[in-house]
């Protein structure tokens, strides 16, 4: 539902084509993102919150502008699997299965943090979630820049997301340095969760993709 206030005016707010991105809107996001901005972006089924992983102060503000409890970790996005030397330990051979299968798409993989990743991310769990998005948006986005970036849902705390800007709280709007408006977005399920560091792997949430083609991507 949209805040009670009503929308707040946002400036900074920029129409987007959701299957073809234009290339300036998208280097005008990833210059925010470069200057720890907060980015708010479409992705496959609710607006997403985008900001550069790597930097402690840009996490920060994504915790405040959701009103998020520390203890609640955040997921990132990254654009190729390459990027994940700089974020886990190892990858297993269940992950690399899964991401053969699945990557780009909703499919989230909880690895092993590597020890010098921001514990703001992992919330102090030692683990970390990471996707290749598929959303022709987001994977321009995560492509834009040579970071990982967030990729929690565009909402407060404990509310439901979001599948239009306009449908954004009044304070996230407001804190949110640009939006990328591609419309309403489908909604529906979320990423599939695996958790790849235990032995098998365990699916932590039921999500866009069905439980029975993870089995047989680890099979």
């Known amino acids: 539902m949209p805040d009670p206030q009503g929308p707040a005016p946002v400036n900074s707010?920029?129409?987007?084509?959701a299957r073809h991105p234009d290339e300036a809107v998208i280097q005008?996001?990833?210059k925010g993102l470069f200057c720890n901005k907060v980015v708010i972006f479409p992705a496959a089924c609710l607006y997403g919150v985008a900001a550069n992983a790597l930097s402690p102060q840009a996490v920060e503000k994504v915790f405040s502008l959701k009103q998020r409890p520390k203890d609640n970790p955040i997921l990132v996005?990254?654009?190729n699997r390459s990027m994940?030397?700089?974020?886990v330990t190892s990858i297993p051979p269940a992950a690399e299965a899964l991401m053969q299968t699945f990557w780009p798409g909703r499919l989230t993989l909880v690895f092993e943090a590597a020890a010098h990743v921001?514990?703001?991310l992992t919330a102090g769990t030692g683990k970390i979630g990471i996707r290749m998005p598929g959303h022709p948006v987001a994977r321009a986005l995560a492509?834009?820049?040579d970071f990982p970036i967030t990729g929690t849902s565009a909402n407060l705390s404990g509310t439901p997301g979001c599948t239009r800007p306009q449908a954004l709280p009044r304070s996230i709007l407001e804190q949110a340095d640009l939006v990328l408006d591609a419309g309403e977005v489908q909604g529906g399920k979320g990423s599939t969760?695996?958790?790849i560091?235990?032995?098998p792997a365990v699916i932590l949430r039921n999500g866009a993709i069905p439980d029975q083609k993870i089995f047989k991507a680890l099979a």
């Open 197 to 199: 560091t235990q032995s």
């Open 28 to 30: 005008r996001a990833a």
């Open 84 to 87: 994940l030397a700089q974020l």
């Open 143 to 145: 492509d834009a820049v």
């Open 193 to 195: 969760i695996v958790d």
């Open 13 to 17: 707010l920029v129409r987007v084509d």
């Open 118 to 120: 921001n514990p703001q």
């Open 77 to 79: 996005l990254v654009k």
